[in-house]
């Protein structure tokens, strides 16, 4: 089973405003508008995309919290072997 390109487009509409990938968002709302989508829809699709991230980083926010409590200030953010480009 194959999705239509139009809804295909709106999903990665919404997936990139949950990832903050201005490009993407712009690159995947001009393919929805050629795919058939409307306006309406793909405002829908941001405001989902906008839901998702919010509900990501409140759930973030918790577990550094969390975490925060937990591990020595001394040890934390002194290993960069998660692969991150983080300067710090």
Partial sequence: MKLEDRI??????GAS???SCQP?????VKKALESGADEQE???AIE???MVRK???NNMDKFISELAQRVPSTVAG?????????ST
């Fill in 42 to 44: 793909i405002a829908e």
């Fill in 17 to 19: 405003v949950t990832t």
């Fill in 24 to 28: 993407c968002l712009k690159y995947h």
């Fill in 48 to 50: 989902i995309g906008r």
């Fill in 78 to 86: 002194t290993n960069n072997d998660c692969g991150c480009s983080s």
């Fill in 55 to 57: 509900g990501g980083a």
């Fill in 8 to 13: 295909g487009e709106l999903i990665a509409v």
